[in-house]
């Protein structure tokens, strides 16, 4: 198997998994009790909150331990929509933008049955967000600006620093959702105007199942869950131990690595981009191809539905994917693609590649003999290529 949608998710490694075990097994302690043998998982999770933390240059007191990415943008999103109706805001405002991932995009539909204003800011044809745009659409009422740091499915890395400085200038709080961005490219939170930051464990090398929201200590943010008073009364329920531990040691692992690890992956990815542009004719390169995570590679095959490419590859042994695998199966175009301006059409005639730190010259070069021999078999039965 060649695997190739390493940003719907990615293998855990070896390391991160022998991290855990313990955990699973002998010191399988409940961190909230008080004798010696809950203390080891305790301080296992005050470890794993420091190398998360560390990994984006913040204190371990901002880092709020949840299931994951979603579970952290709806906690941000509708805490910021609450928190303005319990202050005597009627018709709250959030802005936000088209090619958000659903975890946005669905908790602000949610909210918007419930009063809420939502402006959803168009991207250029690169999917890239202009902070004009984001001034323009602040309103008296706007609670939250919610910009993600880089799209899932195109690859573009969004200008949120700037984003997050006209947010500061008005007053308002700005969350990124980092689900892509965290541990891919550096992040330097502390010198950045970012209140709430959401990532992912499983896209970095670490386990499904858990997360973080880091919170800026600036922010008097309401508790998620109650019940118990973990992750300082702002998250009750009993600690995912060895799920935490597993992601601590994949940012310490993706500390270490991250510069070498992009050098690598954005060489692999413009090789592969570039034989696929050159011996593959009417073949459309999606999202910005600067502003671009190093593992992403998303194109359009004109002529060529994208579910049949990638059902040919998969019948070779090669994952790939259309989209966010969030929405796999959905007979809906990637709204993400049609919000850069593609039509449905084009948007059904495009894969998209992810590659890892593991994956080799030699796995690209299969993947891309693999395109040629696909994209020219279904070209020629297709009555929509000529």
């Not at 004109?302 to 695998?325: F, P, V």
């Not at 007979?331 to 948007?347: C, F, K, M, N, Q």
Request: net charge negative.
């Amino acid at each position: 198997m060649i695997y190739m949608d390493n940003a719907a998710t990615t293998m855990p490694k070896k390391e991160v998994v022998e991290a855990m075990m313990p955990y699973l097994t002998e010191n399988y302690g409940n961190p909230s009790a008080i004798y010696q043998f809950a203390n080891i998982s305790k301080a296992a999770i005050a470890k794993a909150r420091k190398e998360v933390a560390d990994l984006i240059h913040v204190r371990p007191e901002t880092i709020y331990f949840t299931s994951g990415g979603t579970e952290s943008d709806n906690w941000v999103l509708q805490e910021a929509f609450h928190n303005a109706i319990r202050n005597g805001i009627k018709e709250p405002h959030i802005i936000t933008s088209r090619i958000e991932h659903h975890a946005i995009l669905h908790t602000c539909q949610s909210l918007r049955e419930l009063g809420c204003q939502v402006t959803m800011l168009p991207v250029d044809h690169n999917g890239l967000v202009d902070p004009r745009a984001v001034r323009d659409a602040i309103q008296e009422n706007t609670v939250l600006i919610s910009i993600m740091a880089a799209n899932n499915e195109i690859g573009t890395i969004e200008p949120i620093t700037e984003i997050g400085e006209i947010a500061h200038r008005a007053g308002i709080p700005f969350h990124t959702d980092a689900v892509q961005a965290f541990g891919q490219i550096p992040m330097d939170v502390s010198k950045m105007p970012i209140d709430y930051l959401s990532a992912s464990s499983h896209k970095i090398y670490g386990p499904k199942g858990v997360g973080f929201l880091y919170i800026n200590e600036k922010q008097k943010t309401k508790a998620l869950l109650h019940g118990g008073g973990q992750e300082r009364n702002r998250r009750a329920g009993t600690e995912n131990v060895a799920g935490i531990v597993g992601f601590g040691k994949a940012c310490e692992l993706a500390r270490n690595s991250l510069e070498d690890r992009m050098q690598r992956e954005s060489n692999l990815r413009d090789y592969m981009i570039n034989r696929l542009l050159k011996e593959i004719s009417d073949v459309h390169l999606n999202g910005d191809p600067i502003k671009r995570l190093p593992n992403n590679i998303n194109l359009s095959f004109h002529g060529i539905e994208g579910e049949s490419i990638l059902i040919m590859l998969d019948m070779r042994g090669i994952c790939a994917s259309s989209g966010s695998a969030c929405t796999a199966g959905s007979i809906d175009p990637s709204h993400v693609l049609i919000a850069t301006g593609l039509s449905p059409e084009e948007a059904r005639e495009s894969i998209r590649l992810t590659i890892s730190d593991t994956t080799t010259k030699d796995e690209v070069d299969q993947v891309v003999d693999a395109l040629i021999e696909i994209t020219g078999r279904l070209r020629e039965m297709s009555p929509l290529y000529s």
